[in-house]
Every structure is written in C-alpha cells, then in structure tokens.
C-alpha cells in the first residue's frame, strides 16, 4: 500500500513557475513509476506527465511539453512537477499516482494503482 500527499499548490499570476511535490509512504518507492494528471472544473481528468521508477525517462502531455519537468528523489520518496509558464489553462486540481508495476510511459488513469488528494493550482490572467 502506498499513501501519496501532494503539495505545492497555489495562486500565482500567468507567466509564472510553481513546484509541486508528492510525498510517497511505503518502501518501495523507488520501483514505482509516477504521474501527474489533472483536473479541471467540469472537465475530465487528464495526463500531464510521467516519469519512470528511475527518473531516466519523463513524458508529456503536448500541452505541457517544453514547460513542465518531472524529477524524483527516490531516497526521499519525492516526485516533483516544475511548471513554467503557467498559463490560465493550466488551472486545476493537480494528482500525483503511482504505478505499482513500475511500467513505462503509463499516461491513462486505469494504469495506475494508488492516488494523492490532489493540490489546487489557480492561474490568473
């Protein structure tokens, strides 16, 4: 069992960056892979990026691609998500998940087996 405790989220202007980080319990953190979706009001949850057991390989949504990175500390049972630019779009509720078979660019809900609560990320125009 794995927990997951997202934070970093906030109010911040278009143009600027944020971090979020998710805290992960459990020991086997480092043969996890990991993702990043969120969520929108009135919209569907969605894939924003992913990064492997590693950290050797990330992947992007194309509306992320180029200003958002995905690194992890796997001795701290952190994975992080560095978001640049942020634009009013990227306004959402942001979820951290891991991936218990440790596969490769997993990027649909089902694929992933335990959930964070999720951090609200507000961009004003």
């Known amino acids: 069992q794995v927990q997951l405790v997202e934070s970093g989220g906030g109010l911040v202007q278009a143009g600027d960056s944020l971090r979020l980080s998710c805290a992960a319990s459990?020991?086997?953190?480092?043969?996890?892979?990991m993702g990043w979706f969120r969520q929108a009001p009135g919209k569907e949850r969605e894939f924003v990026g992913a990064?492997?057991?590693?950290?050797?390989?990330?992947y992007f949504a194309d509306s992320v691609k180029g200003r958002f990175t995905i690194s992890r500390a796997n001795a701290k049972n952190t994975v992080f998500l560095q978001m640049n630019t942020l634009k009013p779009e990227d306004t959402a509720v942001y979820y951290c998940?891991?991936?218990?078979?440790?596969?490769?660019?997993?990027?649909?809900?089902?694929?992933?087996?335990?959930w964070g609560q999720g951090t609200q990320v507000t961009v004003s125009a």
């Open positions: 998940a891991a991936d218990g078979t440790g596969g490769a660019y997993r990027y649909r809900i089902y694929e992933y087996d335990y």
């Open positions: 459990g020991r086997t953190f480092s043969t996890y892979s």
């Open positions: 990064i492997s057991s590693s950290g050797g390989r990330t």
